[in-house]
């Protein structure tokens, strides 16, 4: 089998299994709906016969956003990876890894303790004031990180430090946080409690603009992949290619962790993966992507709401469990002076 005939199936594989897993997320939880029922109500909806007893609002008020959200911020998280990873040209750079989900946390919260003492701060600011912190950590990022003409090993160790320093802005304020204290501290954690149409549908454009956007610029990322010189030399403006995937990682993971918290190591494990999958071809490689982070964030937040009902698990709990021992078996994979 050639590697386009196992990307086109293993697209296929992931998109069938994003519809299950959300028909199953559609299912369970502290009332379970058989999957001909679930079916049944979300095509009556479709055709604006909605019944509006109990089932329907379970199903269409706050399980279908909920997916909805998961899919998208899965989405988004891993191509903004993808698309990181791409830029400095490391196959284990991640918005989490380079820091770029603490800068936008610090906006984020920022934004929250703001809101109520200054009356121009209300919650539509806060998507606003994570997108600044993202963007400016990741500028921040990309020229530490650079040496001469191309981006240098010191990027991981710049993401590690911009990182600490944004977890330390972070801790001071929740040390002022107050009577707020818990809830931002279950912000931090990572999850789509709170999911409601409103986030679904702010997230789902900003997933859907970043996926068509890479898959414009797959050709260019396919070539920016031999080095700065030579994809200059075959006709791409790898400056122009830098600053688009830099405005798109950093809106991308910043709108994704004002609505849901930090959940780590989505755009680092999703996109690697696959990769060794797929092949280096973006071309197949940043579809695959999006479906891959989709269906991780689907059953991560499955698993999160179900595992210790009632209780709920924070998602980047889920996600940190997974995706650390993944973490560590790349490096030790790919070696560490190979990684960095």
């Not at 911009?162 to 931002?184: D, F, K, N, P």
Request: charged share 10%; net charge positive.
């Amino acid at each position: 089998m050639t590697s386009v005939s196992r990307a086109k199936w293993l697209t296929v594989v992931l998109l069938t299994a994003t519809l299950v897993a959300a028909l199953v997320s559609l299912m369970v939880g502290s009332v379970t709906i058989p999957p001909a029922q679930v079916l049944e109500r979300c095509f009556a909806a479709l055709k604006g016969q909605m019944s509006n007893d109990a089932t329907d609002r379970i199903l269409l008020s706050t399980r279908l956003p909920r997916i909805i959200l998961a899919a998208a911020v899965g989405s988004a998280l891993a191509t903004a990876g993808l698309a990181a990873q791409t830029l400095f040209r490391n196959p284990l750079a991640s918005p989490y890894i380079v820091g770029v989900s603490g800068g936008s946390a610090v906006g984020a919260v920022a934004a929250m303790l703001l809101m109520g003492k200054v009356a121009a701060i209300t919650f539509a600011a806060v998507p606003v004031f994570s997108v600044l912190g993202g963007l400016t950590v990741t500028a921040i990022v990309f020229f530490l990180g650079r040496r001469g003409h191309n981006v240098g090993p010191g990027l991981l160790l710049a993401g590690i430090a911009i990182g600490a320093l944004c977890s330390s802005v972070t801790a001071a304020a929740l040390y002022l946080a107050g009577e707020r204290l818990q809830i931002l501290v279950f912000w931090l954690m990572g999850g789509l409690w709170r999911a409601n149409w409103q986030e679904a549908l702010l997230m789902a454009p900003v997933s859907a603009a970043g996926l068509v956007a890479l898959i414009i610029l797959a050709p260019a990322m396919n070539v920016a992949l031999v080095g700065e010189r030579s994809a200059q030399d075959l006709g791409v403006n790898i400056a122009r290619l830098q600053k688009l995937l830099l405005v798109l990682i950093g809106v991308e993971t910043a709108v994704a962790v004002s609505l849901t918290g930090v959940i780590g190591f989505v755009g680092l494990i999703v996109p690697h993966l696959l990769r060794l999958v797929v092949g280096a071809d973006h071309r197949w490689l940043v579809p695959a992507t999006a479906l891959g982070g989709a269906l991780l964030l689907i059953v991560a937040d499955t698993l999160a709401r179900t595992l210790a009902a009632p209780v709920e698990i924070p998602v980047g709990i889920l996600t940190a469990v997974v995706g650390a021992p993944v973490f560590l078996w790349l490096l030790q994979r790919r070696g560490v002076r190979e990684t960095l």
